[in-house]
């Protein structure tokens, strides 16, 4: 909000010079440059006097006038830092190397790399590939698909490895999510709603979808923000589109912290699909109103999997405290109920608005996640009934590759998708002003999307990213995804060389 301020009142100093220096210029060029330069004059002795009497801005107030070149100076510093000071590999979140990759792929454009590496390959956490010395050819146009769905689901669903994680309409564009969706229908991905709820515009690409129930239940919840049975057993009857159903629990930018919806972005058409009052400010509670424990989150899933005729049912979460999950294994075992799958989401997941507190220092990154619910379920022998997704900068075929070394079946991805999109990391989604269209709903930069470009793109980055993977694999020697292992990525481990297996059995 701060920011959206500070943008706007910048806009309007830049303006006002602007407009200063063009009527000042139209004067000289006509001659008059007494005129032209009384007028500059005039006009900044006026914002001289605004900035010495207003008392907001103690720099203003020291510094009339002057004081402005500050605020353009920040104003302008975003574009400063990324166009010109940050090195290809530095940037974050998504430095440009991965972006360049994304929007190549998404281009279909030439992503060889010339002369050598950028990466310094003795730095610490820098992983690899340990290749294989009689590599296997696989035509890279082989589609491996995971089955998701345990014995108690019948009517499993056979996903891709790389998917579109959840992000909502609401935080993303009409434009934005019906590209996605399209680009998912063309190759074959899944779409996650987000918890936002069913969208028109999720549901008319056709695309495979995941039905997210967030803590608001938005779409299935009655007037008092419960869990709506009927709602949901008749929505999911209706749109056969919905593949399977995802628990919210956290997400890795902001876990235990709920949301709010202003009440000024609740319209009619918001209103409708989340089934809230047109109007009026809706909160997600941090936690879920439909249970409470580790027993009530099992029986949860196994009324999801009754209300929606058998489709599979999991849980996405942000590893926290272990012990807790830990109980839900054991609840798992005593209920003799096991979601299908579970997402885990990496501290290092994105939103599009999260406290800084919450995006910066609260829950655990996806790699220490990764293995650890990995292993559990399996100490538990409770891993064969579920699948594990992973989401948390999963960009490339390699960042896809390690994390099945790290122990998950698939992966999804938020940002990936939005860099095939367009966006351009200009750190504006909570602003409502995405340059790119995106991450707003504002009408005049949602246009300058082109919807049937950008579904090209989103199809385009999964394609070939897929490609990418699947070329790792035979480089490895391996002929499935499944087949992959913590021993076929090495990483350097306080100067060491180390295979993932050997660090996570012995981090000492
Ligand atoms: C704009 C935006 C909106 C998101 N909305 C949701 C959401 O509704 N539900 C959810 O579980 N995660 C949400 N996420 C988190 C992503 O689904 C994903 O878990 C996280 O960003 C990590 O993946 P990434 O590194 O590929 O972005 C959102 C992320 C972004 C960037
Ligand atoms: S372009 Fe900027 S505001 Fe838009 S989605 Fe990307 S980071 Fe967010």
């Given at each position: 909000?701060?920011?959206?301020?500070?943008?706007?009142?910048?806009?309007?100093?830049?303006?006002?010079?602007?407009?200063l220096?063009?009527?000042?210029?139209?004067?000289?060029?006509?001659?008059?440059?007494?005129?032209?330069?009384?007028?500059?004059?005039?006009?900044?002795?006026?914002?001289?006097?605004?900035?010495?009497?207003?008392?907001?801005?103690?720099?203003?107030?020291?510094?009339?006038?002057?004081?402005?070149?500050?605020?353009?100076?920040?104003?302008?510093?975003?574009?400063?830092?990324?166009?010109?000071?940050?090195?290809?590999i530095s940037?974050?979140?998504?430095?440009?190397?991965?972006?360049?990759?994304?929007?190549?792929?998404a281009?279909?454009?030439?992503?060889?790399?010339?002369?050598?590496?950028?990466?310094?390959?003795?730095?610490?956490?820098?992983?690899?590939?340990?290749?294989?010395?009689?590599?296997?050819?696989?035509?890279?146009?082989?589609?491996?698909?995971?089955?998701?769905?345990?014995?108690?689901?019948?009517?499993?669903?056979?996903?891709?490895?790389?998917?579109?994680?959840?992000?909502?309409?609401g935080?993303?564009?009409?434009?934005?999510?019906?590209?996605?969706?399209?680009?998912?229908?063309?190759?074959?991905?899944?779409?996650?709603?987000?918890?936002?709820?069913l969208?028109?515009?999720?549901?008319?690409?056709?695309?495979?979808?995941?039905?997210?129930?967030g803590?608001?239940?938005?779409?299935?919840?009655?007037?008092?923000?419960?869990?709506?049975?009927?709602?949901?057993?008749?929505?999911?009857?209706?749109?056969?589109?919905?593949?399977?159903?995802?628990?919210?629990?956290?997400?890795?930018?902001?876990?235990?912290?709920?949301?709010?919806?202003?009440?000024?972005?609740?319209?009619?058409?918001?209103?409708?699909?989340?089934?809230?009052?047109?109007?009026?400010?809706?909160?997600?509670?941090?936690?879920?109103?439909?249970?409470?424990?580790?027993?009530?989150?099992?029986?949860?899933?196994q009324?999801?999997r009754?209300?929606?005729?058998?489709?599979?049912?999991?849980?996405?979460?942000?590893?926290?405290?272990?012990?807790?999950?830990?109980?839900?294994?054991?609840?798992?075992?005593?209920?003799?109920?096991?979601?299908?799958?579970?997402?885990?989401?990496?501290?290092?997941?994105?939103?599009?608005?999260?406290?800084?507190?919450?995006?910066?220092?609260?829950?655990?990154?996806?790699?220490?996640?990764?293995y650890?619910?990995?292993?559990?379920?399996?100490?538990?022998?409770?891993?064969?009934?579920?699948?594990?997704?992973?989401?948390?900068?999963?960009?490339?075929?390699?960042?896809?590759?390690?994390?099945?070394?790290?122990?998950?079946?698939?992966?999804?991805?938020?940002?990936?998708?939005?860099?095939?999109?367009g966006?351009?990391?200009?750190?504006?989604?909570?602003?409502?002003?995405?340059?790119?269209?995106?991450?707003?709903?504002?009408?005049?930069?949602?246009?300058?999307?082109?919807?049937?470009?950008?579904?090209?793109?989103?199809?385009?980055?999964?394609?070939?990213?897929?490609?990418?993977l699947?070329?790792?694999?035979?480089?490895a020697?391996?002929?499935?995804?499944?087949?992959?292992?913590?021993?076929?990525?090495?990483?350097?481990?306080?100067?060491?060389?180390?295979?993932?297996?050997?660090?996570?059995?012995?981090?000492?």
């Open positions: 909000m701060r920011r959206t301020i500070a943008i706007t009142m910048k806009s309007k100093i830049l303006l006002i010079l602007s407009v220096l063009l009527v000042s210029l139209g004067l000289n060029h006509l001659g008059l440059l007494f005129w032209g330069w009384s007028f500059v004059f005039i006009v900044l002795l006026g914002i001289a006097f605004y900035d010495i009497t207003q008392k907001k801005r103690t720099i203003l107030r020291n510094f009339p006038v002057l004081g402005h070149f500050r605020f353009l100076l920040e104003m302008v510093r975003p574009e400063i830092q990324q166009y010109f000071i940050e090195s290809d940037g974050q979140p998504i430095s440009r190397i991965y972006r360049s990759v994304v929007y190549q792929k281009k279909n454009e030439l992503e060889t790399v010339p002369f050598g590496s950028e990466l310094d390959l003795y730095a610490d956490d820098y992983k690899w590939v340990n290749h294989s010395a009689f590599p296997l050819h696989i035509d890279k146009d082989t589609e491996f698909r995971i089955k998701i769905g345990n014995a108690a689901c019948s009517k499993p669903y056979h996903a891709s490895l790389l998917n579109i994680s959840a992000m909502s309409y935080a993303l564009s009409t434009a934005a999510v019906t590209s996605l969706g399209n680009g998912a229908k063309m190759g074959g991905f899944y779409h996650n709603t987000g918890e936002g709820g969208s028109p515009y999720h549901l008319k690409t056709g695309a495979d979808l995941v039905w997210q129930l803590t608001g239940y938005f779409g299935a919840r009655d007037s008092k923000g419960n869990f709506d049975s009927e709602l949901f057993k008749n929505k999911v009857a209706e749109h056969e589109q919905i593949k399977m159903i995802e628990i919210k629990i956290s997400q890795g930018a902001k876990p235990g912290h709920g949301g709010m919806l202003p009440a000024e972005k609740v319209n009619e058409e918001i209103a409708k699909i989340r089934h809230v009052p047109v109007g009026k400010t809706v909160l997600s509670p941090p936690g879920h109103s439909a249970f409470s424990n580790p027993l009530g989150l099992c029986e949860f899933i009324k999801l009754e209300l929606s005729g058998g489709l599979p049912v999991g849980f996405k979460l942000c590893i926290g405290r272990r012990e807790e999950f830990i109980e839900i294994c054991q609840a798992m075992k005593q209920t003799q109920i096991y979601p299908d799958f579970i997402t885990i989401d990496g501290g290092e997941g994105g939103t599009g608005a999260a406290p800084f507190d919450f995006i910066n220092f609260v829950g655990s990154p996806l790699k220490d996640a990764l650890f619910v990995d292993n559990i379920l399996k100490q538990f022998d409770v891993r064969q009934n579920i699948k594990i997704i992973a989401s948390g900068k999963v960009f490339t075929g390699f960042n896809l590759f390690e994390k099945l070394a790290m122990g998950a079946d698939l992966c999804n991805s938020a940002r990936g998708m939005m860099l095939a999109l966006c351009i990391q200009s750190y504006r989604c909570n602003s409502n002003m995405c340059p790119t269209g995106i991450a707003t709903n504002n009408p005049s930069l949602v246009s300058g999307i082109n919807i049937a470009d950008k579904s090209v793109r989103v199809f385009n980055y999964h394609t070939r990213t897929m490609e990418s699947v070329e790792l694999l035979g480089a020697g391996l002929t499935k995804p499944e087949d992959v292992q913590a021993k076929h990525i090495s990483c350097r481990y306080q100067g060491r060389a180390v295979t993932l297996e050997e660090l996570f059995h012995n981090p000492g």
